[in-house]
């Protein structure tokens, strides 16, 4: 099958955040927030019939890179590695993301956010992944029960069913005026409650 690139221009106004995504003060979370591109099957047919809130999203497997622009005084979390960063005299920075084989992006932008960092040696990798924790500042007496946990669920199924595919996964902790953004999975992007 033939590689096709896609240039799709569209834009978004941020709802007050429901169903995991949207806007709260400051805080943005981004999920399902770009058009899915249809799907082409293997008999040759084309998948594209709207989403339905009850059903999940179909998309197809492809390579992102994603350039965010916002005020550098966010910190921000995506889908994939971070590639490049590139500050403006305007006072924002272009931070651009790419991973290659995941099916959605998701990415988030506050400026409350505490980040850590650490590397993790898998089971079946020849690579480190790279933990990135974006923690609320409410919940730092917190950080070392998401860290445990994310180590913990990482080395437990790299050891028991395939190693971790990604170089990075980031765990975000919303603010508690934002929790509807809680509780989801992206492509190397969870959220917690």
């Known amino acids: 099958m033939s590689k096709r690139r896609l240039q799709i221009g569209f834009e978004l106004a ?17 999920g399902q927030w770009y058009p899915k591109p249809w799907v082409l099957l293997d008999d040759g047919r084309w998948h594209c019939h709207q989403f339905h809130y009850h059903s999940e999203f ?9 350039e965010i622009s916002a005020p550098r005084r966010f910190r921000i979390g995506a889908s994939g590695r971070e590639v490049g960063r590139h500050d403006h005299p ?16 998701a990415w988030t932008a506050w400026p409350g956010f505490l980040e850590y960092r650490e590397s993790l ?6 690579f480190p992944t790279e933990i990135i924790l974006l923690l609320d500042p409410d919940h730092r007496s917190d ?10 669920a990482l ?23 934002a929790l ?6 992206y492509p190397t992007l969870i959220t917690g409650f």
């Open 14 to 30: 941020m709802p007050e955040i429901f169903a995991r995504s949207g806007r709260e003060g400051d805080f943005f979370f981004f």
């Open 90 to 105: 305007d006072g924002t920075v272009t931070r651009v993301f790419e991973e290659e084989n995941i099916h959605a992006f």
């Open 121 to 126: 040696a898998l089971a079946g990798n020849p």
């Open 58 to 66: 179909f998309a197809d497997f492809a390579r992102f890179h994603v």
């Open 143 to 152: 950080r070392l029960r998401y860290l445990q946990s994310l180590r913990f």
């Open 180 to 185: 509807e953004a809680g509780g989801m999975e």
């Open 155 to 177: 080395k437990f199924f790299s050891e028991r069913l395939f190693p971790y595919p990604y170089r990075t996964i980031t765990l975000v902790d919303p603010p508690a005026r």
